[in-house]
């Protein structure tokens, strides 16, 4: 196997990772029923650890609106549409022959972008909640998230 097809396959590889964090957090915060999953601890969420520590951090009440600010954002709710027909465009190029590194890069580009608004709205999500709290508020929020951090070493 040549070094640019083991290129290839670890980008790919690496893209398919960051498409199911992505997914991760967008499932967890958006669309689970209650901001947990199935037979996780109250409190606990899905998506990728440095996600998660925030999230955890969050008094219910604020989980619950950033969960509901999300669930509001139709660009987000399409996230898992646009994340597969991105992944199908990278199949795609991959299966062509004759190969075409320019299709397979912009594909993979494309679905980078995708990923990169997905997760930007779900920051935006976040800071905006955050940027709500109260001096106070925000204080006893950084004091639970670096006990979540301390409790994750």
Request: glycine residues 6%; charged residues 30%.
């Amino acid at each position: 196997m040549t070094r640019d097809r083991r290129m290839q396959i670890a980008l790919v590889l690496s893209l398919a990772l960051n498409v199911l964090i992505v997914v991760a957090v967008v499932s967890a915060l958006a669309f689970a029923p209650d901001g947990r999953r199935s037979g996780s601890r109250p409190g606990a969420s899905g998506g990728p650890p440095e996600l998660q520590a925030f999230s955890r951090a969050l008094d219910a009440p604020r989980r619950d609106a950033l969960r509901e600010r999300l669930r509001a954002d139709p660009e987000l709710r399409s996230g898992r549409a646009r994340i597969g027909e991105s992944r199908r465009a990278v199949v795609a190029a991959l299966r062509a022959d004759p190969f075409d590194a320019e299709a397979l890069r912009a594909a993979m580009r494309n679905q980078h972008a995708v990923q990169s608004d997905l997760a930007t709205r779900g920051i935006d999500g976040l800071v905006d909640v955050v940027e709500s709290l109260t001096p106070a508020e925000r204080a006893a929020f950084v004091a639970a998230l670096e006990d979540t951090m301390r409790r994750r070493r």
